[in-house]
């Protein structure tokens, strides 16, 4: 119940695509939906977060769609750029479990020139 | 601003001897903060939940007389792990968050790679 499931493994796009990365969980408890960036040998890095309670938010050019119903949501990169190769994680919380951050298992993207 | 600085960036040590890693958040106080274990193209693993002035709580497979973990401040926390064997050559990683606001961001630090020969 404590797993979030990311696919994904790993995704290569061109310059200008919309790369798309779907992440699933279990627990209803959980009610805290961020997604974060990793470059290699760095800690991972806070992009966008949702809560249950929108079906979307943007920011710049990520947007993360959420689905309460399905307990799925997902990362949209628009107009990616070779500067996101990255590996992009979501994961999930909830207050009432000390807050403490579940992560999938990650996805990584390449983004072509 | 919220700025987690972990230290050292990297380490290598001996089998046998100890390591300590610290964890400051620079411009924010932290009544809780997280440590993290990723083993090479895999995801984070939560080890524990440091807090502080209180002992820490490990998730299940955690060795906790391994893994000592202090927490003795609100911007800092320390990771050490004793008597380091090959295995526990991993990159670890700790996190925070700001006091008093419930269930928000998790800043984390740039982590510190650990090999043990």
């Known amino acids: 119940q404590q797993q979030v499931k990311q696919s994904p493994q790993s995704l290569i796009v061109q310059k200008g695509g919309i790369p798309i990365i779907n992440c699933a969980y279990e627990?209803?408890?959980?009610?805290?939906f961020p997604w974060y960036q990793q470059f290699p040998g760095k800690g991972p890095a806070l992009l966008i977060a949702i809560r249950p309670d929108v079906s979307e938010k943007k920011e710049g050019r990520f947007t993360i769609s959420f689905n309460k119903s399905a307990k799925q949501f997902s990362l949209h990169i628009m107009d990616s750029q070779p500067g996101d190769s990255a590996t992009y994680f979501c994961a999930a919380s909830s207050y009432g479990n000390t807050g403490k951050l579940i992560f999938g298992q990650g996805t990584t993207l390449q983004v072509k020139p | 601003g919220a700025v987690v600085s972990q230290h050292p960036s990297r380490v290598i040590c001996k089998s046998g001897t100890s390591v300590k890693i610290e964890c400051r958040s620079l411009d924010f106080q932290a009544t809780t903060m997280f440590w993290y274990r990723q083993f090479p193209k895999q995801s984070l693993m939560l080890m524990a939940t440091s807090n502080e002035g209180s002992k820490a709580t490990y998730e299940q497979g955690v060795e906790k007389d391994k893994f000592l973990i202090n927490h003795a401040s609100l911007t800092l926390s320390t990771l050490t792990v004793t008597s380091a064997h090959p295995e526990d050559s991993s990159f670890y990683i700790c996190s925070a968050r700001k006091a008093g606001t419930g269930v928000s961001p998790l800043h984390f630090g740039n982590g510190t790679r650990l090999t043990v020969t």
């Open positions: 627990n209803t408890a959980f009610d805290y």
